[in-house]
Nanobody, 122 residues
Framework: QVQLVESGGGLVQAGGSLRLSCAAS?????LGWFRQAPGKEREFVAT????????YYADSVRGRFTISIYYAKNTVYLQMNSLKPEDTAVYYC??????????????????WGQGAQVTVSS
């Protein structure tokens, strides 16, 4: 069992930046970030292998978001720059035990954080 605790998020104006953190109690094959806006399906954002050797992004965030790992704290970050109103959603971190790369389907993830609200005003 892996527990994931998220922090960060909040309200920011368009063009601004936020950073989300996800502290994990253990390591799996990969860890991902997903988001869900009201009335929409959960959407893949980014994923990283715990080895740190590979990262993968959704087209909608590539070049603006950066996923990274701080091994000393078993924490994964999502740095979000140049935020847009359409980035508004609840953001979730999730851990996947399955050694498939990249894992972009939320149904394959085994453990989930509690979610963090990100609101981008225009």
């Amino acid at each position: 069992q892996v527990q994931l605790v998220e922090s960060g998020g909040g309200l920011v104006q368009a063009g601004g930046s936020l950073r989300l953190s996800c502290a994990a109690s253990g390591r799996t094959f990969s860890l991902g970030w997903f988001r869900q806006a009201p009335g929409k399906e959960r959407e893949f954002v980014a994923t990283i292998r715990w080895s740190g050797s590979q990262v993968y992004y959704a087209d909608s965030v590539r070049g603006r978001f950066t996923i990274s790992i701080y091994y000393a704290k078993n924490t994964v970050y999502l740095q979000m720059n140049s935020l847009k109103p359409e980035d508004t959603a609840v953001y979730y971190c999730a851990a996947d035990r399955t050694p498939i790369w990249p894992s972009t389907n939320y149904q394959s993830y085994d453990y989930w954080g509690q979610g963090a609200q990100v609101t981008v005003s225009s």
